[in-house]
């Protein structure tokens, strides 16, 4: 088995066995280097974001000191929900290598099927989750603030 | 202006003026009562997803002890990314009120386009972010692990 796929796997596995969270593992790496690892942490800390991927790219953001973790790649045991996938680019990650997909983690409970639908055509689904306009005219007083900030760091 | 918009969008100022992260604020609220707010830290922690709403949500969860946010509301300054969104679908808020749109995010440089380009169609942009099957049979185990697993606690 490819070794860092093995430990994104056991994650998973040591996530089930503690209570921790369902079972989803992930590892990143730099040029075959292991920078962190972590498993899903959604009882454990009782955080609906500690999915294996988003607490691994905590860590390893944490053990380099950077948010750009562009000279990584990650392995996962599963297929990265929305959330994840989007943390990921982010990240600017540039690879990812996966063990299960999305339709054996919704085989077993974990469908995000609702969340790429609702990202697709959020129009259509109101009634799961209201997105409302409200005072945008007030909040752009702090992206100009922001533009004319002198110091600012882009990132 | 309504008052929870003015708690979220004076944390994007808060944020910006020190140096934090981008123009962005949030707060979460449950019939009336602040629960939990925040900004923007990806710069201040180095942490790619430490977007607004996430921070906001994994306040919230750790004040309330529970991941099921599902009876709280959210403001947030500005429209949110695809991450903030799925984490706001995965943390089963049902409301969510934003202030300035994507679009006006992308005017000042935060663009997050490319995000929901890729996960609406992840195959034509395999060079931005490649991703890659392997080891699913292996990593299989660990989802049977979890199916015949008789005290786990569905989430």
């Given at each position: 088995m490819n070794p860092l796929m093995k430990i994104a796997r056991d994650e998973a596995g040591k996530g089930v066995r503690n209570n921790e969270g369902g079972p989803f593992g992930a590892v990143i790496s730099r040029k075959g280097e292991i920078i962190a690892q972590g498993h899903n942490e959604v009882l454990k800390s009782?955080?609906?974001?500690?999915?294996a991927e988003i607490v691994t790219i905590r860590r390893a953001a944490e053990a380099l000191g950077r948010?750009?973790?562009?000279?990584c790649e990650l392995h996962t045991s599963c297929e990265p929900c929305p959330m994840c996938l989007s943390a990921i680019y982010w990240s600017r990650i540039s690879s990812v290598y996966y063990g299960c997909t999305k339709e054996d983690a919704a085989n077993i409970g974990f469908d995000d099927n609702a969340i790429y639908e609702y990202i697709r055509h959020p129009e259509q689904h109101q009634d799961e989750l209201k997105l409302v306009p409200l005072e945008r005219e007030e909040c752009l007083q702090e992206f100009r603030e922001w533009q004319d900030k002198q110091d600012k760091k882009m990132y």
């Open positions: 009782n955080d609906p974001t500690a999915h948010y750009d973790l562009s000279d």
